[in-house]
């Protein structure tokens, strides 16, 4: 892609949307100070990977709803919620209390012990209290949802649903159908040693097909259709890792290069954020809001 506006980085400068971009960085970033507030599996890292990739789309003139499979309470969607642009739609599946119907699925299930799955309710409560409207909702598995959405309009589609080799080898394929070009994949757990069936649907189904990863985070491979594309996401990327003072490695699988991203340790922050962590919700705000 190379129709990219000459203040690429200032997208407030951008003639189109201008309004609409602004609020949403604002927002987003001021949720980023909450993240941890939503219940749920989402680093402040890949939170920030999100914002990046999805300003990055709209300075490429890549537009496109965006979806999530695997929401739990909402912790990423809600992020996903601020960085759709205009007329774009976040859409949202995931089972919402219902039971996997697959062996595989109860069985993934039961190996979590004894947890509550979020209903539509628990997932709107905390998304309303970000956002003024619903995401478009699909209830069920996500082998069910084929149907309901539009091929080749997505342009953000983040992987999250169940870790199963054959679940997540179904939504590769659904995720490849439904998005447009210059859209990004995330997949997440891929090397995650508790969900092995993720890595291995992975590699092989990405060694078949034109999705090319660009980047990887130890949750998340981050992925576009075409080397080319691919390659330019990863040069943006490099750019910005290097701003944010992050660890960053070149490596080439399957003849793509990517970067794997990092944050440093700093015993110092991580001892804040621990203690940020264990305020209570209205000192926390507080806290990052800096009204001391
Ligand atoms: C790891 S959690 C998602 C975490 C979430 N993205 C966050 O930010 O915290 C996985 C979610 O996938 C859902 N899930 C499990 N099996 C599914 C399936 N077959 N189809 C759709 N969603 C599924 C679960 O109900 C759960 O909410």
């Known amino acids: 892609m190379s129709n990219k506006t000459e203040n690429s980085q200032d997208y407030l400068n951008l003639s189109t949307n201008t309004r609409e971009v602004a609020v949403?960085?604002?927002?987003?970033?001021?949720?980023?100070?909450?993240?941890?507030e939503v219940p749920g599996y989402f680093s402040r890292l890949d939170a920030?990977?999100?914002?990046?990739?999805?300003?990055?789309q709209h300075d490429l003139g890549v537009e496109g709803d965006?979806?999530?499979?695997?929401?739990?309470?909402?912790?990423?969607?809600?992020?996903?919620?601020?960085?759709?642009?205009?007329?774009?739609?976040?859409?949202?599946?995931?089972?919402?209390g219902q039971l996997p119907k697959t062996e595989t699925g109860r069985s993934e299930l039961e190996q979590a012990?004894?947890?509550k799955l979020p209903t539509t309710d628990d997932f709107l409560g905390h998304y309303l209290r970000y956002h003024d409207s619903n995401p478009v909702i699909h209830r069920g598995p996500s082998t069910e949802v084929r149907d309901d959405l539009a091929k080749g309009t997505y342009r953000f589609i983040h992987i999250d649903g169940s870790h199963t080799q054959e679940a997540v080898a179904h939504d590769?394929?659904?995720?490849?159908?439904?998005?447009?070009?210059?859209g990004i994949i995330v997949f997440d757990d891929y090397s995650n040693t508790d969900h092995l069936g993720v890595a291995a649907?992975?590699?092989p189904a990405l060694a078949?097909?034109?999705?090319?990863?660009?980047?990887a985070t130890p949750s998340k491979l981050y992925a576009t259709l075409g080397l080319q594309q691919a390659g330019e996401y990863r040069q943006d990327l490099?750019?910005?890792?290097?701003?944010?003072?992050?660890?960053?490695?070149e490596q080439t699988v399957n003849n793509s290069k990517l970067l794997s991203l990092r944050t440093k340790f700093n015993r110092v922050n991580w001892i804040a954020n621990r203690i940020k962590r264990s305020l209570p919700n209205r000192l926390r705000r507080m806290v990052a809001a800096e009204r001391f």
């Not at 920030?48 to 990055?56: D, I, P, S």
């Not at 969607?77 to 919402?96: T, W």
């Not at 590769?172 to 210059?182: H, V």
């Open 208 to 215: 078949e097909s034109d999705i090319a990863p660009f980047a």
């Open 24 to 36: 949403a960085r604002d927002t987003a970033e001021s949720y980023m100070e909450h993240l941890f």
């Open 172 to 182: 590769i394929k659904l995720a490849r159908e439904l998005l447009k070009e210059g």
């Open 238 to 249: 490099l750019s910005w890792a290097n701003q944010h003072d992050l660890l960053v490695r």
């Open 113 to 115: 012990g004894p947890i």
């Open 48 to 56: 920030e990977l999100f914002a990046h990739c999805c300003r990055e």
């Open 201 to 203: 649907a992975l590699w």
């Open 66 to 96: 965006l979806l999530e499979i695997g929401v739990w309470y909402g912790r990423s969607a809600v992020l996903l919620g601020f960085l759709k642009f205009g007329s774009e739609q976040l859409h949202v599946n995931d089972l919402f």
